[in-house]
């Protein structure tokens, strides 16, 4: 008691610079890292309960897909609003065939549908040093169709 009593200035400032300290990395802490109790997406998924869109319902359009000729291995992800489909080719495909796809991937799915989720899809042979593949298509939910790249 005899220490407080002799340093009280010391002592109240010490207490002031601890609790500013605190206070300073309480406050950063904040601002660096997400509040994981919140939802990850925010409110960008907003009417999604409306869509029966579900792993089952991918896996049936994937298997629907891998019986066509020429298709080795379809996989698929669904990633909030985004949907993908990996489709890779047994041997070389001509670019306007495996371009069809992505519209094979459309017919499985309603207009609200196509209109709420994002598709991408993602083309890949099986052979190697292939001048045509990997190939990219990616549809918006406001356009009608996929746009196509390398």
């Known amino acids: 008691m005899k220490f407080v009593k002799k340093h009280k200035l010391k002592v ?21 890292y997400p509040d994981f109790r919140k939802n990850l997406y925010g409110s960008r998924l907003e009417g999604i309960e409306e869509f029966n869109v579900d792993k089952n319902r991918l896996k049936k359009v994937s298997e629907k897909l891998e019986t066509e000729d020429k298709v ?29 796809f992505g519209d094979k991937v459309l017919e499985n799915f309603s207009e609200d ?12 042979s099986n052979v190697e040093d292939s001048e045509i593949y990997p190939k990219v298509g990616y549809k918006h939910k406001s356009s009608l169709t996929f746009k196509w790249t390398n």
């Open 72 to 100: 080795e291995k379809v996989s698929y992800t669904l990633s909030g609003r985004i949907i993908n489909f990996n489709i890779q080719f047994d041997g070389d495909v001509d670019l306007i065939s495996s371009q069809s």
């Open 113 to 124: 549908e196509k209109s709420y989720f994002d598709f991408q899809v993602y083309l890949t």
């Open 12 to 32: 109240i400032f010490f207490a002031v610079f601890l609790i500013l300290m605190i206070s300073a990395f309480i406050g950063i802490k904040q601002l660096l």
